[in-house]
């Protein structure tokens, strides 16, 4: 068995890294480069196809790209001044397979530069960790060429292991024990100082005995607090650290430095004070986006995996609470004609009651918080009660629903311009209709219902009537295989939603970019299912539906079999 490799945290500021290779690779390996603070030169031909991020950063000068095939003069010809021009580092991108890359890496064994051979172990005189940032801490995990991947699981199950705000800590404490050195070494200058002037006159401290212990001692003062926070305190608590904590700490150890007695027993911080900070409870609202699974954002797929508690709306579709592990329960609002504000209060009640429990609670709303979900509410709610809430966008359906039924929202001579309105004001009182504008797109949000009483507002309006021809249509569902879309115009909409019945939720869309794309030549054309997002299904591994996302649950540390995907659902 090979020896181990010698890790080591290199500080690569302004020094000269070679890649050679124009593939994402090289992107990835100029990225990294620039991230450490080198200067990265890319070698490659000047009818090489570069990768577009690379591209991006040779336009913006953060890349030096030499146009021409690798020569061996590079190696000690683009580095810096200081040490002779040699190169500090060299990555291959292109693959270890041929005798270019071992031609490559005799060479740089014989300079002694680093070098590291894509997919070629043997070539490398070193390797790249797969590394976990935050802030000044920095965890790399590398399986000596053994596999990659393997290599970013660990790190991943690793950093997932971690106080999240454990980076804030480690620059806290590195505060911490910068000022506790200079306060010593302070107090090791002022008495100096002491012993000079005792030829011109007595100090104060003239009759104290020093011995010379006392440095020591003081060192191991120093020694002695940095471990009792570092050494014996859980992650957890290290992390719950705060500025104040900061200050407190030093102004103690100032205490105890300028003071004759010192006690091991007094306690820098209170624990409990720590621990309440780690257990208090999180508070997320997130959008769940029109409907469609595909459509989550990242972040409030991560809030589903982590949340304690799920309240979900009654709206939210089936699909995506199947994203749910099935360990975390799942609370639909009770929300029907004439209980809304109860099921809204009972929601509060029990995000409140987690919250206390240290718990953490998606509050998982349709579409967007803040558009029509009364998001700006529960966030003033919590903060009320001692709680910031995260708020995580949402794809909205007002302005995806038309996407999906293929109604631009602008249009370039038909439609500059788009208002969105809610068809349900406060109570269920019927809002102001806005005026007409030819050039306009206006999206009805909650309006279904009440479509007559909206109609009839339109129609009505006493400044600016919209035509009884103006193009609108019904949108159900959008983005879910069962959408609905309706085409037709103000004239005949109140008949078609009466003869082919509601499928809520949905909205209606009304302005001339209805008959851009679509143009109904009947009374009303009626449009059933969608698939607009099925062709990403063959694109490969990044796009596969609510499948990949189930994938993406069963690879998240503790969901690693499928059968505990789906959810508890309480209504």
Known sequence: ??????????????????????????????????????????????????????????????????KRDFEETDLTTLGREEVDHVVDAVFVTTGGKGPFGTRISTLCRRLRIPVNVA?????????????????PLQIGVTTSGKGCKLASRIRREIAAALPQDLGQAVERLGTVRRR?????????????????????????????????SDAEAAKARRMRWLAQICEYWPL???????????????????????????????????????????????IILAGSGPGHPDLLTTATLKAIRSADLILADKLVPAPVLELVPRRTPIQIARKFPGNADQAQDELH????????????????????????????????F?????????????ITSSLSAPLFAQIPATHRSVSDQILICTGTGRKGASPNPPDFLPNQTV??????????????????????PYPVS?????????SCPDQRVIRTTLEHVNAAVEEEGSRPPGLLVVGASCEVLQKSPQKWVVEDGFQGLDALDALGEGGKGLDGLREALVATPGLEDEKTLGAPVTI
């Open 1 to 66: 068995m090979a020896p181990p490799a010698l890790l080591t945290a290199v500080d690569s500021s302004a020094h000269a890294h070679l890649i050679i290779g124009s593939n994402p690779l090289a992107g990835a390996r100029c990225s990294k480069a620039l991230e450490v603070g080198a200067k990265p030169i890319l070698i490659a031909p000047p009818t090489a196809n570069i990768h577009y991020g690379l591209a991006k950063r040779i336009e913006e000068n953060a890349v030096q790209w030499v």
């Open 119 to 135: 997919d070629a172990p043997n070539l490398c005189t070193f390797t790249l960790l797969s590394t976990h940032s935050s802030g």
């Open 180 to 212: 506790i050195w200079e306060q010593d070494h302070a107090n090791e200058a002022n008495t100096d100082l002491e012993a000079e002037e005792e030829d011109v006159g007595q100090t104060s401290t003239f009759n104290k005995l020093v011995l010379p």
């Open 236 to 282: 957890r608590r290290l992390a719950a650290i705060t500025d104040d904590d900061v200050d407190h700490i030093l102004q103690d150890y100032k205490d105890e430095t300028s003071s004759s007695q010192h006690t091991d027993e007094k306690p820098l911080l209170s624990t409990a004070v720590l621990d309440a900070r780690r257990n208090r409870g999180r």
């Open 349 to 380: 009640r029990m995000g409140l009651d987690a919250l206390k429990e240290g718990k953490t609670v998606l509050r998982l709303k349709q579409g967007d918080p803040y558009l029509y979900g009364r998001g700006a509410e529960e966030v003033a």
């Open 382 to 394: 919590f903060r009320e009660h001692g709680h910031e809430a995260i708020v995580l966008p949402g």
């Open 443 to 464: 999206v009805f949000l909650m309006a279904l219902h009440r479509l007559q009483d909206l109609i009839a507002s339109l129609v009505s309006h006493k400044a600016s």
């Open 470 to 478: 103006t193009p609108c249509a019904v949108i159900e569902r959008a």
